[in-house]
């Protein structure tokens, strides 16, 4: 039985969790969940035994110096809470961690055990995968349940993914076999620049899961650490005339699949969006489109790498 002591009542709580490890190309997914705990100040309340869980010859544990005494900080997974204000506040459980080495199914069960003293109301898990897209254009997110009628009412995929799967797949049935809404969210990261940070997946992430629950998230630095990223493979890819073709490639690929529906249905969602901040109040956050998006010239598709996506 899990017993929470210190953490308040809390309102129409989302838990928002991300892992390290094979479903985190690029750090992105970790992170989002970091700068959400950062912005807002999280406050963790719980961790789990990392001996449960981890192969300490895999994630091993580092030494450090707090006044002058060596300590251990143990490779684990730990929960924090946020309250986000505004007129209809509400809270936020976050969880990140490493992938578990062991015993995944009673991770899953514990962190469902939290979920459910804490009633929690949606869980939404990020990932990041490697795929064939450019990093010149937008980062595609896909947003995947089990829940048909989930997939319905918040204009999901409903996942149809056969194959390997990580932490994040595992948790989402973990979450669907016990009623408990689950959503994932996943960002597709350059395969040729996958190591991190990747700041602008980070900030896609961020971008879609604030449209999915209604809240909206402090974006800091990283609107421009993002063009700073892009621009810094822009010129990494200029001086490899063969990476520069491969780009272009990739550039056509996704544009050419994406016109029909970046001259319809693509436009009226991010004017809505625009419009749904802009009547919330404010000016848009740094980064933001002040006006709905032109179509893209055509171009191409980058067609994801199916052996490394997820649900």
């Not at 971008?207 to 998230?217: F, G, P, S, W």
């Not at 901040?277 to 980058?302: H, I, L, Q, T, V």
Request: glycine residues 8%.
């Amino acid at each position: 039985m899990i017993e929470l002591e210190g953490v308040p009542e809390l309102i129409d709580p989302v838990m928002v969790a991300a892992f390290e490890g094979w479903n985190d190309a690029g750090d992105a997914a970790s992170t989002a969940v970091a700068h959400l705990e950062r912005e807002w100040k999280g406050e963790v309340f719980a961790a789990l035994d990392a001996e449960d869980y981890y192969d300490f010859q895999v994630n091993r544990p580092t030494v450090f110096m707090d006044g002058g005494v060596r300590k251990i900080t143990w490779p684990t997974t730990r929960l924090s809470v946020v309250r986000v204000g505004g007129e209809k506040p509400r809270d936020l459980v976050l969880v990140r961690g490493i992938e578990p080495s062991m015993r995944w199914r009673s991770f899953c069960n514990e962190l469902l055990g939290f979920a459910h003293e804490l009633g929690v109301e949606l869980v939404v898990i990020l990932g990041a995968l490697l795929g064939d897209t450019p990093h010149t254009r937008p980062v595609p997110i896909s947003g995947t349940t089990s829940d048909t009628d989930l997939a319905q009412r918040m204009d999901l995929e409903e996942t149809k993914y056969e194959g390997p799967t990580g932490i994040v797949g595992v948790l989402q049935e973990a979450c669907t076999h016990a009623g408990v809404p689950a959503v994932s969210l996943w960002a597709a990261v350059p395969h040729y620049v996958s190591q991190p940070p990747n700041p602008k997946a980070t900030l896609a992430l961020l971008n879609r899961l604030e449209d999915l629950i209604d809240v909206r998230i402090p974006l800091g630095e990283l609107p421009e650490d993002a063009r700073a990223w892009q621009v810094g493979v822009d010129q990494l890819a200029a001086e490899d005339s063969e990476v520069a073709e491969y780009v272009q490639t990739l550039e056509e690929a996704r544009d050419t699949a994406e016109l029909p529906e970046a001259s319809g249905e693509a436009i009226a969602r991010e004017f809505e969006r625009y419009l749904r901040r802009r009547d919330g109040g404010g000016p848009p956050a740094p980064g933001e489109r002040m006006r709905p998006p032109k179509p893209p010239k055509p171009s191409g598709e980058a067609t994801e790498d199916e052996d490394s996506s997820d649900d």
